[in-house]
């Protein structure tokens, strides 16, 4: 019992001399104004960390990184036979093989960066166990891998359009407003970091969400108008009540703001959603981009000191 009583007045004043110099403990969660710092000060590791698993991604395949941009148009190519030609969900929407296409690219940019962001924490603890570094660095690096595949399917889509719109004589070739493309990508970047650190906390907590996730991103594929148009379709609803429902819900899903962004932008064709609430896509990609920024940052942030442990 005294040799107990007697510790604690001796380590008080460890710890007090301990941050008379500055000494702190590592596995304490920083200040969120110093994790910032701290990941801006990583920064060139992060993107260098980013490239080297893009190219270990596929480089056990014959053709490499031709399956970053094959992928996505098979998926495509497979969607529009059965959407597009059997189903016939291509009427009421111009260039078809273009808005599906870029459904296609879009929603693949969101549902990597989701399922990715799950096992970002899982799938590198050793080296979370072993390295002090703020763990944020692992959802954003997984985000930044699939940024590179996006820029690769939207060099194939700017080529897609034009081909496309001048085969089915929609008039889509190529305009100034594809400039616009590089604002959409840069929202949608922060939109999927905030997505991808907040579910990247919960899979630190629970390698359940893994079984989970492909249920939800399976829903949330087809609530997001990726082969169909949402105004079109939504809008035969028998039932008027119903109708009134659904419209705004669908409408204002993060996945089909995004979606319907790139398709004002890239297909000249396409007419935007008419949003509730006054909005158009562009403020609500602002809106969900903020939003979920700022919400999964503090969301993963708050427990940076218990990622790895256990």
């Known amino acids: 019992m005294t040799g107990s009583t007697g510790s604690q007045p001796q380590g008080r004043q460890a ?12 596995t304490a969660r920083p200040t969120l104004t110093g994790y910032v710092r701290q990941l801006w000060e990583r920064r060139h590791f992060i993107q260098a960390y980013a490239g080297a698993r893009a190219k270990a991604q596929y480089s056990a395949s014959r053709l490499g990184q031709v399956w ?9 190519g497979v969607y529009y036979l059965l959407f597009g030609v059997l189903l016939q969900l ?8 273009a808005f599906l296409v870029t459904g296609v690219f879009a929603f693949t940019f969101m549902q990597r960066s989701l399922n990715n962001g799950a096992k970002s924490i899982g799938d590198n603890l050793a080296l979370v ?3 002090h570094f703020p763990r944020a660095m692992l ?21 897609i359009i034009p081909i496309t719109g001048i085969t089915v004589g929609t008039g889509d070739t190529i305009r100034w407003e594809w400039l616009l493309v590089l604002p959409v990508l840069l929202l949608h970047m922060v939109f999927n970091i905030g997505i991808s650190l907040a579910i990247a906390r919960i899979g ?6 893994n079984q989970v996730l492909p249920v939800l991103t399976r829903l949330w594929f087809y609530t997001s108008g ?9 809008g035969r609803i028998e039932q008027e009540w119903l109708q009134q429902i659904m419209m705004p819900i669908i409408q204002l899903n993060p996945g089909a703001v995004f979606l319907d962004l790139y398709r004002t932008v890239l297909i000249e064709s396409h007419v935007p959603m008419d949003l509730p609430l006054g909005l158009n896509v562009w403020a609500a990609a602002v809106l969900w981009a903020v939003i979920f920024l700022v919400g999964g940052f503090l969301f993963f942030w ?9």
């Not at 959802?139 to 080529?159: D, F, G, K, N, T």
């Not at 630190?204 to 969400?209: G, K, R, T």
């Not at 708050?302 to 256990?310: D, Q, T």
């Open 90 to 97: 291509s009427r009421g929407v111009e260039n078809f093989p």
């Open 226 to 234: 990726v082969f169909y148009s949402i105004d079109v379709w939504v």
């Open 204 to 209: 630190a907590v629970s390698q359940d969400i």
């Open 68 to 76: 970053q941009l094959a992928t996505p148009l098979m998926n495509a």
């Open 302 to 310: 708050r427990k940076e000191e218990v990622y790895g442990r256990g």
């Open 139 to 159: 959802p954003l690096s997984s985000v930044l891998v699939e940024l590179r595949q996006m820029l690769i399917s939207m060099c194939a889509l700017l080529v």
């Open 129 to 131: 166990r072993a390295l």
């Open 15 to 26: 710890a007090e001399l301990a941050a008379q110099y500055g000494l702190h403990d590592t």
